[in-house]
T-cell receptor, first 114, second 111 residues
Framework: DAGITQSPRYKITETGRQVTLMCHQT?????MFWYRQDLGHGLRLIYY???????DKGEVPDGYVVSRSKTENFPLTLESATRSQTSVYFC?????????????FGPGTRLTVL | SQQGEEDPQALSIQEGENATMNCSYK?????LQWYRQNSGRGLVHLIL?????REKHSGRLRVTLDTSKKSSSLLITASRAADTASYFC???????????FGSGTRLLVRP
C-alpha cells in the first residue's frame, strides 16, 4: 500500500524553465491539495481539487498550473520557474467525508530554482 | 492571510515535562486539526476536534477548543525525545474542505 507519493523528491532547475511535480495516491481519495512550505509561512495552499477535472485556486496560485485527469494523479506545473518558487512542495489527499477531512501528506519535493 | 497563528514559535523542554502549544484562528470553523512534522518529512495527522467539542484525548495528547475565543491548545504529556518535531494546527471552515494551517511550533525535547 503505497499511499501518497511525490516525484521527484529533489529538483534543481533554472529560472524560466518549466517544471512538473508529480503526486500520486492509491486510496481513491476525492480531494487532493498542493501546498508550499517556506520558513516563517507554514503551509500555504496553492491549488486543490475536489474530483477529477475539478480544480480550484488556493491562497498562492500565481505561477502554477494543475490538472486532474485521473482521480489518483494531481500534477503541479511551474510554467516558467522563478527564484521565489524555491520551496518545499507537499501534496495531500483526503476523503470526501464531512465528518473527518483529515489530510494525508506525501513526503514532499524540495525544489530549488537558480 | 493565514487563518491560524501558533504560539509559541519554539519550545524547548526536558524529557518528561509537559508541552503546551496554542493556536488561534479567525473565522468560524467546522473542525480544527493538529499535525506533526518531523524534520524533512511530510505532515502526519494527530487529532481532530469538532466545533461542538471542547476537549479530546488521544494517548498522551489532549486538545482543547474554545470557539468563543477562537483558540485551541495541544498538550503533550510526559514528553519524550521522539516528540521533537514541528506541530501545526489547521482549521477547516464550515463551507470548505480546505484546511488553513498555522505557522507551527517547533518543539525540542531534551533527553
Amino acid at each position: 500500500d503505497a499511499g501518497i507519493t511525490q516525484s521527484p523528491r529533489y529538483k534543481i532547475t533554472e529560472t524560466g524553465r518549466q517544471v512538473t511535480l508529480m503526486c500520486h495516491q492509491t486510496w481513491s481519495h476525492s480531494y487532493m491539495f498542493w501546498y508550499r512550505q517556506d520558513l516563517g509561512h507554514g503551509l500555504r495552499l496553492i491549488y486543490y481539487s475536489a474530483a477529477a477535472d475539478i480544480t480550484d485556486k488556493g491562497e498562492v496560485p500565481d505561477g502554477y498550473v494543475v490538472s486532474r485527469s485521473k482521480t489518483e494523479n494531481f500534477p503541479l506545473t511551474l510554467e516558467s520557474a522563478t527564484r521565489s518558487q524555491t520551496s518545499v512542495y507537499f501534496c495531500a489527499s483526503s476523503e470526501n467525508d464531512r465528518a473527518h477531512n483529515e489530510q494525508f501528506f506525501g513526503p514532499g519535493t524540495r525544489l530549488t530554482v537558480l | 492571510s493565514q487563518q491560524g497563528e501558533e504560539d509559541p514559535q519554539a519550545l524547548s523542554i526536558q524529557e518528561g515535562e509537559n508541552a503546551t502549544m496554542n493556536c488561534s484562528y479567525k473565522t468560524s470553523i467546522n473542525n480544527l486539526q493538529w499535525y506533526r512534522q518531523n524534520s524533512g518529512r511530510g505532515l502526519v495527522h494527530l487529532i481532530l476536534i469538532r466545533s461542538n467539542e471542547r476537549e479530546k484525548h488521544s494517548g498522551r495528547l489532549r486538545v482543547t477548543l474554545d470557539t468563543s475565543k477562537k483558540s485551541s491548545s495541544l498538550l503533550i504529556t510526559a514528553s519524550r525525545a521522539a516528540d521533537t518535531a514541528s506541530y501545526f494546527c489547521a482549521s477547516r471552515m464550515d463551507s470548505s474542505y480546505k484546511l488553513i494551517f498555522g505557522s507551527g511550533t517547533r518543539l525540542l525535547v531534551r533527553p
